[in-house]
Every structure is written in structure tokens, then in C-alpha cells.
Nanobody
Framework: QVQLVESGGGSVQAGGSLRLSCVGS????????MAWFRQAPGKEREEVAV???????YYANSVKGRFTISRDNAKNILYLEMNDLKPDDTAMYYC??????????????WGQGTQVTVSS
């Protein structure tokens, strides 16, 4: 079955960096649209970054220029490099997958999340 396992979260000070990883298994990783979402307490879930099965990327305006999504299809790993972190980036971060190269926005598979906390 499809499994997504995130890691790499932690606590950092504002201006710091973290790299999140998400290992996918049980499906053809390289042919899938994948994304990072986040959700802070009391807030709606937000789509942070998306990478389709062709390597094209999309970023939310709030992270553009600071975050980079990438994938290693040989290792089945999705990454989110986060730089210049701000307290507003504090949230639980989730990776998600669709089983198609072209993204439809209907992510049917989710990881368990990894917590990112940014202090001022």
C-alpha cells in the first residue's frame, strides 16, 4: 500500500533553515504529483509547494523565494528545503501524493506529518 513518511522537522530560530524529507513507497514515485502542505493550530491547511511528475514546481506566495521543493526519484524521496524561516512558518508539515504525473489538486495519500517550530 502507499506510504508516505516525513522527517526533518524541528525547532529553529527565525532566519534559520530546515530540510524536510518524505519517503514514498508502494507506488511509482517518479510518476506522481507530490506536494507539501502545512497546518498551524486554528488555521486551515495550506498548500506550500507542489512538484509534478515532470519536475515542474509551484509555490505559495508566502514561501516563494525561501522554500524549494525537489525530488530524488531514484531514492523515492521528496524534499522541502526551507530557508529564512519565520515564526509564521510554524506548523505541522505534511507530504501528499497523487498517482498521476499531472497534478489535479486531489491528493489522496498523506503522510503523518512533521512539526516545524520557528521562534522569534
Amino acid at each position: 500500500q502507499v506510504q508516505l513518511v516525513e522527517s526533518g522537522g524541528g525547532s529553529v530560530q527565525a532566519g534559520g533553515s530546515l530540510r524536510l524529507s518524505c519517503v514514498g513507497s508502494g507506488y511509482t514515485f517518479g510518476s506522481s504529483c507530490m506536494a507539501w502542505f502545512r497546518q498551524a493550530p486554528g488555521k486551515e491547511r495550506e498548500e506550500v509547494a507542489v512538484i509534478d511528475g515532470f519536475g515542474d514546481t509551484y509555490y505559495a506566495n508566502s514561501v516563494k523565494g525561501r522554500f524549494t521543493i525537489s525530488r530524488d526519484n531514484a531514492k523515492n524521496i521528496l524534499y522541502l528545503e526551507m530557508n529564512d524561516l519565520k515564526p509564521d512558518d510554524t506548523a505541522m508539515y505534511y507530504c501528499a501524493a497523487e498517482m498521476y504525473r499531472v497534478c489535479s489538486g486531489r491528493f489522496g495519500y498523506w503522510g503523518q506529518g512533521t512539526q516545524v517550530t520557528v521562534s522569534s
